[in-house]
């Protein structure tokens, strides 16, 4: 009797366990559940849709949309009954090591380009990202400024400076070593900036500004919103691609720095929405 008592006992803490996933998946935003499909593809190799159905408490056919979705980013691969990761390289959140040596004269300079739109004393919003890293470097020729950012290579980077710099605190992304979360949010809502330096992933006219990560992205937008002129710097190849998470809009945008070989139809794009242009 008392094995059988003990035996009703644990099936009733798993139903309530089962409960419990179930009212999570339910409550999560619909960007949070698509990125959480995303990191349990990265830690399984695939991911089921009866599955994610039943521990989500989602039905089947959101669960095909999101999966839809995801595959339409690039983020996976649908197959019969669930998804899978896609080939080598085609899941676009490479580490900050892996991204510093791609595009590297590119990157030198829009920092030059970046770096003649601030004036001495003013307030610097600086993005995570090595773009942003090759600024926070070309920033160094100035003797007072503020920088703010979320990134704490950055951080230690200006660390040599006498620049007040001030990171905005949050949980580590070690991928990216940037700072991401509430803390990091609740602070960016409370200062202002002159200029933000944004990098990004993809930049896409329909979609708007995109990054791999829900939780960089909420930062991001928090970023653009605290700051007066909203600056994106970025290659040419991150044009006409679309990554995991919106930022904001491409008309959120106020200056772009690129390279020289952003295609003549995007430059017509960007000058038709009244986003000021800089080619280098």
């Known amino acids: 009797m008392k094995a059988k008592k003990m035996s009703k006992g644990l099936r009733g803490m798993a139903v309530a366990v089962d409960a419990e996933e179930q009212e999570r998946g339910a409550n999560m935003l619909i960007g949070e559940r698509r990125q959480y499909i995303v990191a349990l593809a990265q830690k399984q190799g695939r991911v089921l849709v009866e599955e994610l159905s039943q521990s989500l408490g989602i039905s089947q056919i959101t669960i095909r949309k999101d999966l839809d979705y995801l595959q339409s980013r690039g983020a996976l691969q649908r197959t019969h009954g669930g998804a899978l990761?896609?080939?080598?390289?085609?899941?676009?959140?490479?580490?900050?090591?892996?991204?510093?040596?791609?595009?590297?004269?590119?990157k030198q300079r829009i920092s030059a380009a970046a770096v003649d739109?601030?004036?001495?004393?003013?307030?610097?919003?600086?993005?995570?990202?090595?773009?942003?890293?090759?600024?926070?470097?070309?920033?160094?020729?100035?003797?007072?400024?503020?920088?703010?950012?979320?990134?704490?290579?950055i951080a230690a980077e200006l660390s040599g400076t006498d620049f007040e710099v001030l990171?905005?605190?949050?949980?580590?992304?070690?991928?990216?070593?940037?700072?991401?979360?509430?803390?990091?949010?609740?602070?960016?809502?409370?200062?202002?900036a002159d200029v933000l330096f944004l990098g990004v992933d993809g930049f896409d006219l329909e979609v708007g500004l995109t990054t791999p990560n829900v939780m960089e992205s909420r930062v991001n937008r928090a970023m653009v919103k605290a700051a007066t002129t909203v600056v994106a710097v970025c290659d040419s190849t991150k044009f006409n691609r679309r990554s995991l998470s919106k930022?904001?809009?491409?008309?959120?945008?106020?200056?772009?720095?690129?390279?020289?070989?952003?295609?003549?139809?995007?430059?017509?794009?960007?000058?038709?929405?009244?986003?000021?242009?800089t080619l280098v």
């Open 85 to 106: 990761l896609p080939g080598p390289g085609a899941l676009s959140d490479p580490s900050l090591q892996e991204k510093e040596g791609l595009h590297s004269q590119e």
């Open 167 to 192: 990171l905005t605190g949050g949980a580590l992304r070690k991928n990216s070593f940037s700072l991401v979360g509430p803390l990091a949010e609740d602070m960016l809502h409370e200062i202002h």
């Open 117 to 153: 739109l601030v004036k001495e004393g003013q307030c610097v919003l600086l993005d995570s990202g090595t773009t942003t890293t090759a600024i926070a470097r070309a920033l160094k020729k100035f003797s007072h400024l503020t920088i703010i950012t979320n990134a704490v290579n």
């Open 247 to 277: 930022i904001v809009d491409a008309s959120a945008i106020h200056h772009v720095i690129t390279d020289s070989n952003l295609s003549t139809e995007v430059v017509e794009a960007l000058r038709g929405i009244n986003i000021k242009l």
